[in-house]
C-alpha cells in the first residue's frame, strides 16, 4: 500500500492506531502487503480492502472505545489474512449496525 494512502502519511506501525475515515478524502485503502498496527477504526463510508497477497495484525484496543481491538462502521473487506491479537475474550471486533466484515481469506483472533 503507498503511504499516501494513510491518514498517517505512511505506512502505520504496531504502536500507531490507525482511522480509516472519509471525511478526511481517503475513503479505501487497499492493502496488499503486510501492516502491524495497534488499532483499527473504519468509520462510515470508507473501507479497506485487504487484498489475497495482504495481511493485517492488530495488537491493542481502540483508545477511542477500549472494548475492541477493531471496530467497523464501514467496511472490511478482506481476501488475504486479518489477526487480531494480545486482547481479552470479548474485545475482539465490534462490527457495528451499518458496517459490514467481508471475510474469503482467513480471519484469526488471538496468538495464533
Request: net charge negative; aromatic share 6%.
Amino acid at each position: 500500500s503507498s503511504p499516501a494512502n494513510w491518514i498517517l502519511g505512511h505506512l502505520p506501525t504496531y504502536c500507531e492506531d490507525v482511522e480509516i475515515v472519509s471525511s478526511l478524502g481517503l475513503p479505501t485503502i487497499d492493502l496488499s502487503t503486510g501492516a502491524n498496527i495497534h488499532s483499527l477504526f473504519i468509520d462510515q463510508n470508507s473501507s479497506l480492502d485487504i487484498t489475497p497477497s495482504g495481511s493485517l495484525s492488530i495488537f491493542q484496543k481502540v483508545v477511542s472505545n477500549p472494548n475492541f481491538a477493531a471496530r467497523v462502521s464501514g467496511i472490511l473487506n478482506n481476501q488475504g489474512t486479518f489477526h487480531i491479537r494480545n486482547v481479552n475474550p470479548g474485545e475482539e471486533l465490534l462490527v457495528l449496525p451499518n458496517g459490514q466484515l467481508l471475510n474469503s481469506g482467513s480471519a484469526l483472533i488471538g496468538d495464533q
